[in-house]
């Protein structure tokens, strides 16, 4: 959210409607996002922590850029969340980082459709959701896992 919020709020309409960029604000959400990608991969001890970092600072201005072109706030989230799931220590489950991935993608639709529907509870969903998505694939894959594990018990 530190990265988040200034890069959503560099976008903004002039007073006549035309779409304008503060570049101060722009410029503290590109400085802060490494940051917090830094952060991310360091507090959860992952082992790949440097090499995952400059692939989340790639993807981020990759997709910042790319969905940015539909809204900057779907740019974002999408690159804060793709990033979060790949800094994030890995679980030792199966097909854990396309969980994650499958959750991010799930939130930016979402957060798609608010913004057309309801603006501000789409730049806010945006700021939470994808994050929130990595974690609930977390403790889906986990559940999964000790459930098949479980179900293997029982059938010896």
């Known amino acids: 959210m530190f990265s988040y919020f200034p890069y959503a709020a560099a976008f903004v309409r002039t007073a006549g409607g035309e779409p304008a ?3 101060g604000l722009v410029g503290i959400g590109l400085v802060v996002a490494p940051i917090v990608f ?5 507090v959860s001890k992952n082992p790949r922590a440097p ?3 400059l692939i989340s600072m790639g993807l981020l201005l990759l997709l910042g850029l790319s969905l940015g072109l539909v809204s900057p706030v779907l740019g974002a989230a999408a690159g804060f969340g793709v990033g979060a799931a790949l800094c994030l220590r890995l679980p030792d489950i199966p097909d854990q980082l396309k969980r ?3 959750g991010v993608t799930f939130a930016v ?3 798609t459709l608010l913004l057309f529907v309801a603006p501000p ?5 945006g700021a939470i959701l994808p994050t929130l998505m990595v974690g609930f694939a977390d403790e889906y894959g986990a559940w999964r896992l000790a459930r098949d594990t479980q179900a293997r018990i029982e059938q010896e």
């Open 21 to 23: 960029v503060d570049p």
């Open 38 to 42: 830094v952060v991310v991969g360091l």
């Open 51 to 53: 090499r995952m970092i």
């Open 100 to 102: 994650r991935l499958i």
């Open 109 to 111: 639709a979402y957060t």
């Open 121 to 125: 509870a789409g730049v806010l969903t």
